[in-house]
């Protein structure tokens, strides 16, 4: 039985793309963005730095594996809306408990099949990201630039996406300080991890070897951090303007030579505004695990899964004590940069993968061997 056509996507210049709805109804205005990744729809979905964007997958069939519980990066997801070109309804995987389409319609989540995301994407990479309303497909074009025009993209994400209480999580390894990696104290290394819409993945990956995991609110002022005594502090990935965060960068400044640092995607950005460093906005930004990264410090490249919009100035970076240690491939942008001296460096991708190549997963060795 053929689907009839039911929703549409309405671009700022007044391109429209029609499709078959799924997930939640009802309008919706997000930044449309797009995302390589051939796998990864549940992660994606539930990475908390796609707030309030819609996220058009290039990849053309979604949901055909449907929701597994241990998959997900966040508990509550706060993406904007999902733009596929084929979407499967009927997941053939014996973890699944949920369709796409279920667990989207439960968090008010739009989304719309049938799309030619590759002309989509092509607008994307055209024009740069901007704003989309998703919609009815019966709403006549004027009505939705009139919505488009009036409607201002939500700012401060990472205040709307960050945990309000402190929560900890401990290995199993911790359990035997034989298997885990102890520091000089004998007993498991301990994290103050920055919570701004961090991926749970991360924590799984630090607990994997050995490390037990604080996590605090974006907004945590440096001496609580120092009373946690840590033995080094991690800074999250998340959604938006890093600038957005002054009070985060503020604490991270007065924490820089205390503590070892280690900053992820927004956490590295935030890392190098700290020091003094300034950021832009991306054409349409980095999002996909396929982004071919080159490491000063080995020469070597990696691929790596990347999810953002904002970028580290070069220039900026004159007047400040940090050194470029990675270089993106595609387009020469900044993707690492370190203080040796402060035990401080940050990247721009995601060594926590999820999804994605497991080429970065070493920088978390390198992390607690500069504890260590």
């Not at 069939?61 to 309804?89: K, W």
């Not at 919570?195 to 994997?208: A, F, P, Q, T, Y």
Request: aromatic share 8%; charged share 20%; glycine share 8%.
């Amino acid at each position: 039985m053929n689907k009839t056509i039911d929703r549409k996507i309405i671009l700022e210049d007044g391109r429209e793309f029609f499709g078959y709805a799924f997930g939640a109804s009802g309008n919706r205005v997000c930044e449309i963005v797009f995302n390589t990744s051939m796998a990864g729809y549940q992660e994606i979905l539930s990475d908390l730095s796609y707030t309030d964007q819609a996220v058009v997958m290039t990849y053309p069939l979604i949901g055909n594996y449907g929701m597994a519980v241990e998959d997900y990066e966040s508990i509550t997801p706060s993406i904007g809306a999902l733009i596929v070109r084929e979407y499967n309804d009927e997941p053939s995987n014996f973890r699944s408990l949920k369709t796409l389409g279920e667990v989207m319609e439960s968090n008010g989540i739009p989304g719309i099949g049938g799309v030619d995301t590759r002309a989509l994407t092509r607008s994307i990479r055209d024009y740069g990201t901007r704003k989309a309303l998703i919609t009815d497909a019966d709403m006549p074009q004027a009505e939705g630039l009139d919505i488009l025009r009036s409607t201002i993209l939500p700012t401060n994400a990472v205040s709307r996406v960050s945990c309000r209480d402190p929560w900890t999580s401990e290995s199993p390894l911790a359990l035997n300080p034989l298997d885990s990696i102890s520091s000089a104290a004998g007993r498991p290394l301990r994290i103050a991890a920055v919570d701004c819409g961090m991926k749970r993945n991360i924590v799984r990956s630090l607990n994997r070897r050995g490390c037990t995991v604080t996590v605090l609110p974006w907004n945590t002022p440096a001496d609580k951090i120092r009373a946690l005594q840590p033995d080094g502090i991690l800074l999250s990935n998340g959604p938006g303007d890093p600038t957005d965060v002054p009070e985060t960068i503020a604490t991270v400044r007065s924490l820089i030579g205390s503590f070892p640092i280690f900053g992820i995607c927004l956490g590295h950005q935030i890392l190098s505004l700290a020091y003094g460093a300034r950021t832009y906005k991306l054409k349409f930004g980095h999002r996909g695990g396929n982004h071919p990264v080159k490491n000063f410090l080995t020469g070597k490249i990696e691929i790596t899964s990347q999810n953002h919009s904002y970028a580290i100035e070069e220039e900026s970076l004159a007047n400040t004590p940090l050194s470029i240690t990675h270089v993106n491939l595609l387009d020469g942008t900044i993707e690492g940069v370190e203080c040796v001296r402060d035990r401080a460096f940050g990247v721009q991708y995601h060594p926590e993968s999820a999804p994605g190549p497991q080429d970065s997963a070493y920088l978390f060795d390198k992390f607690l061997q500069i504890i260590r």
